[in-house]
């Protein structure tokens, strides 16, 4: 999912080098290496950061997890790989 606001699907903090994030039912972490991406920035960025150009990746799993980062004069740009669970009864399609 991309472009929704970290305040959309959820709760984040950050201390001590610790950046916490707590998602809102339904929203889950895709099942996926390197589903928490986060770029420590010293400056303000001249250009839009995608996805692989993210120095930080972790591999979490939950909805509550805390990733430890270093310290970045700026701020820290995020990328969750989520979704969310859809109550369909036709889904998944007939084979």
């Not at 903090?13 to 390197?34: I, K, M, R």
């Not at 920035?41 to 120095?55: C, I, K, N, Q, V």
């Not at 990328?79 to 998944?92: E, K, M, N, Q, S």
Request: hydrophobic share 35%; glycine share 10%.
């Amino acid at each position: 999912m991309t472009g929704r606001k970290l305040t959309d699907i959820g709760d984040f903090s950050y201390a001590n080098g610790e950046l916490c994030f707590d998602l809102d039912d339904p929203w889950v972490l895709a099942d996926a290496s390197g589903n928490v991406k986060i770029q420590p920035l010293d400056a303000e960025p001249t250009s839009y950061l995608s996805p692989g150009e993210f120095e930080l990746h972790f591999d979490e799993t939950g909805a509550e997890f805390c990733v430890e980062v270093h310290d970045a004069g700026y701020g820290y740009p995020i990328h969750l790989d989520v979704g969310r669970w859809i109550a369909d009864p036709d889904f998944p399609p007939a084979a």
